[in-house]
């Protein structure tokens, strides 16, 4: 830690307890403090502060960072907050470690999710700048039309936006793959009810370089070719 000190959501991060992002949340609800007095986002944490997370304290860690693929079922949410949501991935996935997702899979789609307790890692990844192909096959609740494929490749308004422009492939009658560049909130499924579809099923089978190659429910460690990729975008 630097001697002026670093910013709450920062410190957080670089001790493996959360992303900055959730940090962000944590300080939202309430939940931190520094040497006992609850702090807001911004706050720094100087040398010899104690940090704490709903009275737990949060110390930096010494042990290897750990970098996992996991193929999420349906009905696990991508939070760590067990308060909230009982059935969460960091329980489900119960590794030693206390890790984290990268990024969300909604509850209801399943496939491959990336967790760490490598907070830069995640903030890299996440940082809307870097345009990680997501690649997902999804079944709808009707015939697919040619106008349906190439509206969902050109962008639909969602979100008060366009999606960015995107490959999206026929693959049956109802089925069909797509490959994001962008994280918007349920993205595909708002995508396809602005058509007037529903999404039946939804799964993820690659983030960039590290494509679903688990069964479901189970996870294994990431490579050192795939954790350099990551980084190197």
């Given at each position: 830690m ?17 992303s ?8 939202e609800?309430?939940r ?6 609850f ?32 193929n ?13 949501e ?21 509850k209801?789609?399943?496939g ?33 039309t ?13 979100l008060?936006?366009i ?10 009658d ?7 560049t962008?994280?918007l ?16 099923t ?7 370089n ?24």
């Amino acid at each position: 830690m630097s001697e002026g000190g670093i910013r709450i959501n920062k410190y957080l991060s670089q001790a493996g307890f959360c992303s900055r992002r959730e940090a962000d949340k944590l300080l939202e609800q309430g939940r931190v403090t520094i040497n006992g007095e609850f702090v807001e986002m911004g706050t720094k944490v100087n040398p010899g502060d104690q940090v704490s997370v709903d009275g737990n304290l949060v110390e930096f860690e010494t042990e290897e960072k750990v970098y996992l693929a996991v193929n999420k079922p349906k009905g696990v949410v991508c939070t760590t907050n067990s308060k909230v949501e009982k059935n969460n991935i960091v329980d489900f996935v119960n590794y030693p470690t206390r890790l984290y997702p990268i990024g969300r899979l909604d509850k209801m789609s399943e496939g491959l999710i990336l967790m760490t307790n490598d907070g830069e890692i995640v903030n890299h990844i996440l940082r809307a700048r870097h345009y990680h192909d997501k690649e997902y096959l999804v079944t709808v609740n009707k015939q697919i039309t040619d106008e349906f494929i190439t509206k969902m490749r050109n962008g639909v308004p969602i979100l008060d936006t366009i999606s960015r422009k995107c490959e999206v492939e026929k693959l049956g009658d109802r089925s069909f793959k797509i490959v994001l560049t962008q994280g918007l909130n349920r993205q595909i499924r708002r995508m396809c009810e602005a058509l007037d579809y529903r999404v039946r099923t939804l799964k993820r089978t690659r983030i960039k370089n590290i494509n679903l190659d688990l069964e479901k429910g189970k996870y294994r460690h990431l490579t050192k070719d795939e954790v350099k990729d990551l980084y190197q975008s």
